[in-house]
């Protein structure tokens, strides 16, 4: 059973352009969600997170949108840039609970 | 600054052997992962030690074992491996409350 699912494996977008990255999941108990940036032969990076009682946070470049009704979140990457090509992951935890569970990836491209 | 690194970054053992891989984290974060994970899937929990005990365990064949010495160090003993438990072996810590996980940069296992 996956409880957190990033259905597009890949995904290239102009440089300068918005990247928009997309994550469900199924577990109603999560209560925060992050999203992590990976390097090929390099441990996942943390980039954003979110609680559940936001509907949006923001940081520099980077805003992650919460749908808690639809069970979606999404990551947007404004403006893209050549160093955000990478494998994007997100995930989902309980406040406490000491376990987070990853989505698939998206391998994002930013063409120049 | 690397604050969770992992040593060593790459090993090659048969399924005879016995081997250990290491991780020290320099945050003072009273929790400390192992996860797993496979060319283009996500990470996988394995153990959670929280406060230098084991306090998740996700079923993982005996032939893991986990050991956690102090609070900076953390082990993963391996011994009568498969070919499929060739993976990255990644390390992470955490404040064990909420929040983001801090990876290392993986050790990269192969098991001929």
């Known amino acids: 059973d996956q409880q957190v699912k990033q259905n597009s494996p890949s995904l290239s977008v102009q440089e300068g352009r918005i990247s928009i990255l997309n994550c469900d999941y199924t577990?109603?108990?999560?209560?925060?969600f992050l999203w992590y940036k990976k390097y090929p032969a390099e441990g996942p990076t943390f980039l954003i997170s979110?609680?559940?009682?936001?509907d949006k946070n923001e940081d520099g470049r980077f805003t992650v949108f919460l749908n808690k009704s639809a069970k979606h979140l999404s990551l947007h990457i404004v403006p893209s840039q050549p160093g955000d090509s990478a494998v994007y992951f997100c995930?989902?935890?309980?406040?406490?609970?000491?376990?987070?569970?990853f989505g698939q990836g998206t391998r994002l491209t930013i063409n120049p | 600054d690397t604050e969770v690194t992992q040593t060593p970054k790459h090993l090659v053992m048969g399924m005879t052997n016995k081997k250990s891989l290491k991780c020290e984290q320099h945050?003072?974060?009273?929790?400390m992962y192992w996860y797993k994970q496979k060319a283009k899937k996500p990470p996988e929990l394995m153990f959670v030690?929280?406060?230098?005990?084991?306090?998740i365990n996700e079923s993982v064949p005996s032939r893991f074992s986990p050991e956690c010495p102090n609070s900076s160090l953390l082990n993963l003993h391996l011994h009568a491996l498969q070919p499929e438990d060739s993976a990255l072996y990644l390390c992470?810590?955490?404040?064990?409350?909420?929040?983001?996980?801090?990876f290392g940069e993986g050790s990269r296992l192969t098991v001929l």
């Open positions: 979110i609680s559940s009682i936001k």
């Open positions: 945050m003072g974060h009273r929790a």
């Open positions: 992470a810590v955490s404040t064990g409350v909420s929040g983001e996980l801090f």
């Open positions: 577990n109603s108990m999560f209560d925060y």
């Open positions: 995930a989902g935890g309980i406040q406490g609970a000491q376990k987070l569970v």
């Open positions: 030690y929280s406060y230098e005990k084991l306090s």
